[in-house]
């Protein structure tokens, strides 16, 4: 399986998988996947064909979107997971199961960050990782607009509250901040 990555990428999703910890056999979802699958492809061929990993988004055009690029890229091990990661319980995922969950891009879209903290915790076994990557809280010419962008310090608070351990901050881009925390 050869996995092709795309041109001129804000950020570098293979790089970022890696320093997660992401490799094979590991179980992945995608929480807010979006259409280009940007994430979930590059931790499907990380995680290995026999290893299956979830693209989960609330709109079923981007989960179609996301399994049409997989097909090109002659990945199969996605599974499509249709969810409002807004409420507790509704991700149709075994809880307590995947090593890694990935909120990439998507906080910004919800006022709604602690319930999706939450899900994401619930999904997680025991030292499992979330990965958190979104927008610096600062104004530049795209982007989502600034007002509905999340500071990564009140990621931090909702996170210890949701009862995660912080692990790492890193910088993923040059317009985006990233935090690792850890299920204890």
């Known amino acids: 399986m050869t996995f092709v990555s795309g041109g001129n990428e804000l950020l570098s999703p293979l790089k970022i998988l890696k320093k997660l910890g992401v490799e094979r056999g590991s179980k992945v979802a995608d929480l807010g996947c979006g259409g280009a699958g940007h994430f979930i492809i590059p931790a499907a061929y990380l995680a290995g064909g026999s290893t299956i990993v979830y ?8 989960l179609k979107n996301v399994a049409s690029k ?7 091990n ?14 149709n995922i075994p809880e307590a199961s995947l090593d890694f969950a990935l909120l990439v891009n ?12 939450e899900e994401s915790y619930r999904l997680l ?8 990557v979104d927008w610096i809280k600062k104004e530049m010419p795209f982007g989502p607009p600034l007002e509905a962008r999340v500071g990564k310090n009140e990621i931090q608070t909702l996170a210890k509250e949701v009862g995660f351990n912080f692990i790492e901050e890193f910088k993923p881009g040059e317009y985006h901040f990233g935090l690792i925390f850890e299920k204890p």
């Open 106 to 117: 998507t906080l910004f879209q919800s006022q709604k960050h602690k319930a999706m903290l």
């Open 70 to 76: 997989a097909r090109i890229e002659g990945i199969n």
């Open 55 to 62: 693209a989960v988004d609330i709109m079923k055009s981007v």
């Open 125 to 132: 076994v025991e030292d499992g990782r979330l990965l958190v």
């Open 78 to 91: 996605i599974r499509s997971v249709w969810s409002d990661l807004e409420i507790r319980g509704a991700t």
